[in-house]
């Protein structure tokens, strides 16, 4: 959306890999905030035990449901905190490519960070994503009371 600044001031380096945005300016307005979304379904159940690619793009489709559930879209996202267990550097492109296929394009470079973490909540899940986006103004939240 228009009304979200990204910014990325010349005395840092460029985003690794044009990712995230070191910097998001948000106008005044109401923000969501979606709490860590792990590899769930809709039944419960966990997606893609021991497959960091599968668990990756069920936790991202799941942040775009809940996006979706107050009126707003990837696009609407200043950040991402991205939690994953047994973290390597050869599992940053297959969870971003996971994150990809469940946002679409565009990609929203939020302001975003990636931790390694010894374990999550629960036994199996292996990432854990959550996000803070700030609700467009002209947009009016289904389902928020």
């Known amino acids: 959306m228009t009304f979200l600044q990204r910014v990325d001031p010349p005395a840092l380096c460029r985003p690794v890999r044009n990712l995230y945005s070191q910097v998001m300016i948000a106008p005044a307005g109401?923000?969501?905030?979606?709490?860590?979304?792990?590899?769930?379904?809709?039944?419960?159940?966990?997606?893609?035990?021991?497959?960091?690619?599968?668990?990756?793009?069920?936790?991202?489709?799941?942040?775009?449901?809940?996006?979706?559930?107050?009126?707003?879209?990837?696009?609407?996202?200043?950040?991402?905190?991205?939690?994953?267990?047994?973290?390597?550097?050869?599992?940053?492109?297959?969870?971003?490519?996971?994150?990809r296929e469940a946002y679409g394009e565009p990609w929203?470079?939020?302001?975003?960070?990636?931790?390694?973490?010894?374990?999550l909540g629960l036994p199996g899940w292996l990432i854990e994503v959550e996000a803070t986006a700030l609700l467009p103004p002209t947009k009016v939240s289904p389902g928020v009371d």
């Open 30 to 99: 109401r923000t969501a905030y979606i709490a860590g979304q792990v590899a769930l379904d809709a039944s419960g159940e966990l997606v893609g035990p021991g497959d960091h690619a599968a668990q990756a793009r069920q936790a991202f489709l799941n942040v775009k449901l809940a996006l979706e559930g107050v009126g707003a879209t990837p696009s609407d996202l200043v950040r991402h905190n991205i939690y994953v267990v047994g973290h390597r550097p050869e599992l940053v492109p297959v969870i971003f490519g996971a994150a």
């Open 108 to 119: 929203p470079p939020a302001a975003s960070t990636m931790l390694g973490v010894e374990a």
